[in-house]
């Protein structure tokens, strides 16, 4: 998701919200968010800071400019990782990278890129900027290796218009070979499209999370914030909900569920003429239970910066809302949550604007690593930083 250069900063506020999600029946368990009516048990993670590394800003690399990693996995064919870049084909062409992550229990060594390739288009030529006006442009989000296949598969958001002379440019979900050539597309939900009226995706609220789940058999996806039917964004008040989806790889829906957004954590200062600004940017499906993720949300506030936080949700007890065309005024159960970490309360050098997230290797004592990474936006006063932490 692009943050302007004007929203930035890098305090990070260290208040706790809860989440007041509207219209749904539910009930409170030990984390203080609102959640279903099954038994809390089954989620909980608890995490710890194992390091970080900060890779040089707008590193060059191959002729590009390494930064806006919006998504990140673990390639389980090579142990390397993949990254992608929210590049809108402004620098350039939009596209990926590779990398060796040294991660253990004693922190995050060293990031070493090995390779990058552009994204492709189905007839072999790069994604134009939208400066090109032509409707191909993409932002990029998310990518994930096909567990099966080890090819990649990857998110972007399209664009909703701000005028009607605009072309509209609808989300997708594509997959790609190892060197970035098109090979297919997933068939989205009809409720992930954009539309000139007040239903559908918001704008720049679209795709940006995925995950594989069941072995690669399942697809799961995330919406950043709420559909403009679903109900207004978060405030001080109240949260919202935003649709997670899962999906056969054919594109069969096999069920869409309302996960419990916080709302805003702290009001602005009046520093910036930019409102606060949450959601969603990934979800990382969880070993052995199809029902399980984690959640990261991600938050901006003028004058208190980002505040990132980790939850362990789940989709179990939860009501399928494929069929309602609209969460407002519905009673439905949500997704139950439980808060594994606040970045802000784990020794973390500054908090910035997380987006991506991925397992990493598991340690001698039985600990899952689970690796993230910032989008820096290519802004001066911001990082590309990765952290490791130790999942228990």
Same mark, same amino acid.
């Given at each position: 998701?692009? &943050?302007?250069?004007?929203?930035r900063?890098c @305090? /990070?506020a260290?208040?706790l919200a809860?989440?007041m ?7 409170s +368990?030990?984390?203080?968010?609102r959640?279903g ?10 995490? #710890? &800071?194992?390091g970080e590394?900060?890779?040089?800003h ?6 590009t ?9 673990r390639d389980p ?15 350039q062409?939009?596209?990926f990278?590779?990398? #060796?992550?040294?991660?253990d229990?004693?922190?995050?060594h060293s990031?070493?890129f090995?390779?990058?390739h ?11 900027? @939208?400066s090109a006006g +032509? ?7 998310e990518?994930? @290796?096909?567990?099966q296949?080890c090819d990649?598969?990857? /998110?972007q958001e399209g ?8 072309p509209?440019?609808?989300p997708?979900i594509?997959?790609?070979? #190892?060197?970035?050539?098109y090979?297919?597309?997933?068939? &989205?939900?009809?409720n992930y ?5 007040d239903?559908?995706? =918001?704008?720049?609220?679209?795709? $940006? ?7 690669g058999r399942v697809l799961t996806?995330a919406v950043?914030?709420? &559909?403009?039917q679903d ?11 935003? =649709?997670?989806?899962q ?5 069969? @829906?096999?069920?869409q569920?309302?996960y419990?957004l $916080?709302?805003i954590f702290?009001?602005?200062?009046g520093?910036s003429t930019y409102?606060?600004d949450?959601?969603v940017?990934t979800?990382?499906?969880?070993p052995? +239970?199809?029902?399980r993720?984690?959640?990261? $949300?991600?938050?901006?506030?003028a ?11 789940t989709?179990r ?13 519905r ?9 594994? /970490?606040?970045? /802000?309360?784990?020794g ?6 997380t ?6 290797p598991t340690?001698?004592?039985?600990e899952?690593?689970?690796?993230l990474v910032?989008? +820096?936006n290519f802004?001066d006063?911001a ?8 999942? #228990?």
């Amino acid at each position: 998701m692009k &943050l302007s250069l004007i929203r930035r900063s890098c @305090v /990070a506020a260290v208040v706790l919200a809860a989440t007041m999600a509207p219209a749904v029946a539910a009930q409170s +368990d030990d984390s203080g968010t609102r959640g279903g009516t099954a038994a809390s048990s089954d989620i909980g993670a608890k995490a #710890r &800071l194992l390091g970080e590394k900060i890779v040089p800003h707008k590193l060059p690399f191959r002729g590009t400019t390494v930064g806006g990693l919006s998504g990140i996995d673990r390639d389980p064919c090579t142990g390397e990782y993949v990254a992608i870049s929210d590049d809108r084909s402004v620098l350039q062409p939009a596209r990926f990278y590779t990398a #060796r992550i040294a991660v253990d229990g004693a922190g995050v060594h060293s990031v070493d890129f090995t390779g990058t390739h552009p994204l492709l288009q189905p007839d072999g030529a790069v994604y134009p900027p @939208v400066s090109a006006g +032509d409707g191909k442009a993409v932002d990029p989000e998310e990518v994930r @290796v096909d567990p099966q296949t080890c090819d990649y598969w990857w /998110a972007q958001e399209g664009d909703r218009p701000k005028s009607s002379d605009e072309p509209v440019i609808q989300p997708s979900i594509q997959f790609a070979g #190892r060197s970035g050539a098109y090979l297919g597309q997933l068939p &989205l939900p009809p409720n992930y499209k954009i539309t000139m009226d007040d239903w559908g995706i =918001r704008r720049n609220k679209a795709v $940006e999370a995925i995950t594989f789940g069941a072995g690669g058999r399942v697809l799961t996806s995330a919406v950043e914030g709420p &559909l403009l039917q679903d109900g207004p964004e978060p405030t001080l008040r109240h949260g919202a909900l935003v =649709r997670v989806t899962q999906q056969r790889r054919d594109g069969e @829906v096999l069920g869409q569920f309302a996960y419990p957004l $916080e709302k805003i954590f702290t009001a602005p200062d009046g520093s910036s003429t930019y409102p606060p600004d949450t959601g969603v940017p990934t979800i990382l499906a969880y070993p052995g +239970d199809p029902s399980r993720y984690f959640v990261l $949300e991600r938050t901006w506030v003028a004058g208190a910066g980002y505040k990132i936080r980790l939850f362990d949700a789940t989709t179990r007890g939860a009501t399928d809302v494929q069929h309602i065309d609209s969460l407002q005024g519905r009673k439905v159960v949500p997704m139950r949550k439980k808060l594994v /970490a606040d970045l /802000a309360d784990v020794g973390l050098s500054r908090v910035d604007n997380t987006e991506g997230m991925t397992w990493g290797p598991t340690l001698p004592n039985g600990e899952r690593t689970l690796v993230l990474v910032s989008d +820096d936006n290519f802004a001066d006063d911001a990082v590309t930083q990765f952290v490791a932490l130790g999942i #228990r």
